[in-house]
């Protein structure tokens, strides 16, 4: 276990509660310092990249996690409730348990990158900063937390209080139809919050820590078969009843990837959320679903993630080629982004449902990827918007004479989701599919599944025909090419999009011993 | 006899201050001549001093007044809670427009003493008359209340309806324990569990009827449907103090005695085998309060998304919320009465807390309506954001004392295997939230009319009280050892085994 500390408080608890100190800051700055708001806003999600950067400076990624508690980093543990005597039933004990693999590793830095770009992006929200800012910080204390907490009942509490601020940005500064949005997008991650509690409470009373004989809500300790006394109900005997767990417990986290059936909710809070949201959204938001599936469903209910590798893997293909279908039809440039999203989201599942090294590698370096590369796409789409105030598709033409260092920024974003060789979704995609015909009981849904990347060159490269090339409509001749600040937004991640199309290994090297150990995991190697 | 009534008399301490503070704050309104909070501050301490002898009650365990009450942990937690909301609500008074502008003096200070006194009867009764006379003591004091303002249309017509609901439930209710009398020969509920254990005349369909009308009694206390029609008029036409007292105090008296009634009645031998309740073969009663439950949670919960008023959409949360609460008595063991336990506590001060806010509001605008709320968030950033508070924890979301709550209700549900029921529950939960965050998009998510924008200013003393209920709601989110820990301490009922 490697520990790192800074004034006597854990790393992992400085990176998850400084963007709440931030909040604290913001709600005591004086009315005359109102135009400071969002300087102190950026400079505590850059002190929170500082901290990832330090992170991955000390990371040992030898290490390999997932079940077994000394391969963790970082780790935190306290006692956070604990009652003696719950009646008839032992003691209650829930932790404040931090601590980071390989799986989430690449999640927290994702979470530090995009929040600070996202806050820089914010800087055209005009009113009522400081409740923006509030929210924002909010906002990043629940992603991160998520990406730590190894207590089943921590990880739920930061996925709930997640949706609050969400809620609030999408719906305070949001497009025409923001409310429509913001509820939808509430209501639905909560109905498959529902599922996660159902099966966190179920959990819990199956349990048995082997060593201390209480029941739990550490993760690590709820991945050890031992912990199940057989006749439990999700103990190794009631495979009926581990596998409904392992269904409800993906509907819950299959809602927040999006998966089909459960994705349309995104194209609405995508299309109504301000630039910088719809940013968090698909940067960090969907992967809160995909990670929960890895570090929940995968690593508690091996058995699960096996049986269902099929009907995971179809809904992955309906998802890719469902998503660039929709996409395709789209007229309105961030709904195609949106559905796009769906898309590659589906890559990700079906490198999962592969249960393959390179494929589980693969999908997690391909959540990093689309990630970066889709904070790019809604942040080009945001640059356009706020010239010119609509995002039809249809309304431009021949953009790219009279916005050239946009086009480029935006052309390689757009090749880079393409999955052009030498930038990076090249690798995840590759990896992914290549984990898809590894697995023979998944192997024509992979090959049906790469129809998808056909699909996806068309919508992309028909975007780029629309948008920028042809004749610049006359109305267009007053829209003024990308400035600074978004240059500084967009440009860094790019920079990591190619530098990580070239050298994937050092990302996939972070992540690669614990995806090791999850899949010898999963398939009852070790 | 009389030996054994003086040794009653010192388990009764805490209702006998009630009654002398009762009969203090009538005479002082007849001296003061005027409204005046001196008499709600006499009143306060009175129940302070009355709370103390009840905190005093803490290590006893005994019976009184042959047979009539008892004193347990049980029944102090009890009455901690009617003390601690009734205090509560009668500092609202001092704050409520409504109150203040009423023909009447302080009346409302001492009928909402003599609720809390019949309230304490309620929750240590163990007599079937006595159970009866405690809940008409509370229903008559309500009836006077709701139509608190004689001259608005509104409150004499909830008034009305409440008086007429309430005597045909009432009525119902003596029927069952008559028939429940004629069958067991006693009022007693330790003896008529005696019997019926010995007895194997359980199966017979007349039980079910005998508890079915008794429940009509409890039901209509704890608004439970179908019991239920009274409630979304009476909350909406009765002055919102008065309405916050209905649905926190009363309903939490009605729960005392539903849930002892059950509990004790129906036991096999007074006895509790790991921590579950043996029924009584023939009588299952749990299968009953499911029904009531989950009729109950789908029936508010639905019919408050359409409300426009936030009065009646809490009417309607909270029968949605008493079938929540109700969960705790369908798994009949211990662990679900802690739940329950815990929920009501959590439901002070979320639900006191949501409707103080109405107070102010409607104190300044003179609506509880919906859109009437339009942009107060801009207008009233504290007032609102603690409504937020108070209307995340009703639909419980984490890191509330609301969480808590249905957590624990919950997991008592999932530990005795009934996930569907619990299932049911949470999406219910999901369907609440729509129209307790409809409150908040009104406020914060819509903007105020133009020139509509200045920024209403509320007393310190208000600032102070709604602190005093939105920092609990939070930090008990966070750190509920406290909660729960009392919950199961008072978990423990006389007289079981």
Redesign the interface.
């Known amino acids: 276990m490697i520990e790192f500390k800074l004034l006597g408080i854990g790393i992992l608890t400085w990176m998850v509660f400084l963007p709440i100190l931030g909040m604290v800051v913001l709600l005591l700055m004086p009315k005359s310092a109102e135009k400071y708001i969002k300087y102190v806003a950026v400079g505590f999600t850059s002190l929170l990249l500082v901290l990832a950067a330090v992170l991955l400076a000390v990371y040992d990624p030898s290490k390999a996690g997932v079940n077994t508690l000394s391969g963790f980093q970082f780790v935190e543990k306290l006692t956070?409730?604990?009652?003696p005597?719950?009646?008839?039933?032992g003691r209650?004990k829930i932790e404040y348990f931090l601590g980071v693999d390989g799986i989430s590793f690449p999640m927290v830095l994702l979470t530090a990158l995009i929040s600070f770009v996202g806050a820089i992006a914010s800087f055209s929200v005009k009113r009522n900063e400081k409740g923006y800012y509030v929210m924002y910080l909010f906002l990043v204390t629940g992603m991160m937390g998520v990406f730590v907490a190894l207590d089943f009942f921590l990880f739920?509490?930061f996925w709930?209080?997640m949706?609050?601020p969400m809620?609030?940005l999408i719906?305070?500064w949001g497009g025409e139809r923001?409310?429509y949005a913001?509820?939808k997008f509430?209501?639905y991650t909560?109905?498959g919050s529902?599922f996660i509690?159902?099966v966190m409470?179920?959990l819990?009373?199956s349990s048995k820590d082997p060593e201390t004989g209480l029941r739990t809500f550490n993760m690590i300790t709820l991945m050890d078969p031992r912990t199940f006394a057989p006749d439990s109900?999700f103990g190794v005997l009631n495979v009926t009843w581990r596998l409904i767990a392992f269904a409800a417990l993906f509907v819950g986290f299959a809602i927040k990837v999006p998966a089909f059936p459960f994705h349309t909710w995104l194209p609405d809070a995508h299309v109504e959320a301000p630039t910088a949201i719809s940013v968090i959204l698909a940067g960090v938001l969907l992967k809160m679903g995909t990670y929960g599936m890895l570090r929940i469903s995968w690593s508690i209910f091996p058995d699960g993630a096996r049986y269902f590798m099929v009907p995971i893997a179809i809904i992955a293909a309906i998802n890719i080629i469902y998503g660039a279908l929709c996409a395709m039809a789209q007229k309105d440039f961030k709904k195609l982004i949106a559905y796009s999203s769906i898309s590659h989201m589906g890559y990700v599942l079906l490198g999962m449902a592969s249960c393959t090294q390179i494929g589980i590698n693969g999908a997690i370096f391909q959540m990093f990827n689309h990630g970066t590369i889709t904070a790019v796409l809604f942040l080009s789409v945001g640059v356009i918007y706020d010239r010119a105030h609509t995002r039809g598709l249809n309304d431009f033409g021949g953009l790219a004479n009279k916005m050239p260092k946009y086009f480029a920024v935006i052309m390689v974003a757009m090749f880079a989701s393409i999955g052009l060789p030498g930038l990076s979704a090249f690798i995840s995609e590759t990896f992914i599919f290549l984990g898809g015909f590894k697995n023979e009981f998944i192997r024509v849904i992979a090959i049906i599944s790469t129809l998808g990347i056909i699909l996806n060159a068309a919508y992309i490269l028909w975007t780029i025909q629309r948008l920028f090339l042809g004749t610049l409509p006359e109305k267009w001749n007053i829209l003024t090419d990308i400035n600074a600040r978004e240059l500084i937004s967009t440009v860094p991640l790019l920079v990591i999009v190619i530098f990580l199309g070239i050298f994937p290994s050092f990302m996939i090297n972070l992540m690669t011993t614990s995806v090791n150990q999850l899949v010898n995991f999963i398939w009852g190697i070790n | 006899m009389l030996e054994q009534t003086l040794n009653s008399l010192k388990s009764f301490i805490p209702e006998t201050v009630l009654i002398v503070s009762l009969i203090v704050c009538i005479i002082l309104d007849l001296i003061l001549r005027k409204k005046s909070a001196i008499v709600s501050v006499a009143g306060i301490i009175g129940i302070i001093i009355s709370a103390y002898f009840a905190w005093m009650q803490l290590d006893m365990k005994g019976i009184a007044f042959s047979g009539m009450i008892v004193v347990d942990p049980y029944s102090v937690f009890f009455k901690m809670i009617f003390a601690l909301s009734t205090i509560i609500i009668i500092i609202f008074a001092l704050f409520s427009k409504e109150i203040f502008e009423s023909t009447h003096k302080n009346e409302h200070v001492y009928l909402m003493i003599s609720l809390a006194l019949g309230a304490n009867l309620m929750a240590s009764s163990v007599n079937l008359l006595m159970m009866y006379l405690s809940l008409e003591t509370v229903s008559i004091t309500s009836y006077i209340l709701s139509g608190y303002n004689k001259k608005v249309k509104r409150s004499s017509e909830s008034a009305m309806k409440y008086v007429i609901y309430g005597a045909a439930s009432s009525g119902i209710m003596i029927y069952g324990i008559s028939l429940l009398y004629g069958f067991t020969g006693s009022m007693n509920i330790f003896e008529i569990s005696m019997f019926l254990s010995k007895a194997n005349l359980a199966s017979s369909p007349l039980m079910v009827l005998c508890i079915v009308m008794i429940l009509a009694g409890f039901g209509y206390k704890i608004s439970s449907v179908p019991f239920h029609f009274w409630t979304p008029d009476v909350y909406e036409g009765a002055p919102i103090p008065v309405t916050a007292f209905l649905a926190v105090t009363s309903s939490a008296a009605g729960f005392a005695v539903l849930i002892r009634f059950f509990a004790t009645t129906f036991l096999q031998n007074g006895m509790i085998l790991n921590g579950n309740f043996g029924i009584i073969p023939g009588v299952n009663w749990p299968e009953i309060i499911i029904v009531l439950s989950v009729a109950s949670m789908i029936l508010g919960n639905f019919v408050a998304v359409w409300q426009t008023s936030v009065k009646r959409m809490l009417a309607y949360s909270s029968i949605a919320q008493g079938g929540y609460i109700m969960l705790g008595l369908v798994v009949a063991n211990q662990q679900g009465i802690t739940a329950m336990l815990i929920y009501l506590m959590a439901y002070l001060f979320m639900n006191l807390g949501a409707f103080f806010v109405l107070i102010l509001i409607s104190n300044k605008l003179d609506t509880d309506e919906l859109i009437g709320m339009k942009g107060l968030g801009y207008k009233a950033p504290v007032i609102c954001i603690a409504m937020a508070v108070f209307m995340l924890a009703l639909s419980g979301i984490p890191s509330t004392i609301g969480f808590v709550g249905k957590f624990y209700l919950f997991s008592a549900l999932i530990h005795s295997n009934m996930f569907w029921l619990a299932l049911v529950a949470l999406m219910n939960s999901v369907v609440s939230l729509f129209f307790y965050i409809k409150v908040l998009k009104y406020m914060f998510l819509m903007k105020p009319d133009e020139g509509d924008t200045q920024k209403l200013k509320f007393s310190p003393g208000a600032y102070i009280m709604l602190f005093a209920l939105a920092i609990p709601t939070m930090f008990f989110g966070l750190y509920f050892t406290p909660l729960v820990r009392i919950a199961e301490f008072s978990a423990t009922m006389f007289g079981i085994k």
Do not use: Q, S
């Open positions: 956070w409730i604990d009652i005597a719950y009646l008839f039933d209650i739920f509490v709930e209080i949706l609050l809620y609030f719906g305070i923001r409310e913001a509820i509430f209501l909560l109905f529902a509690l159902l409470i179920g819990y009373f109900i």
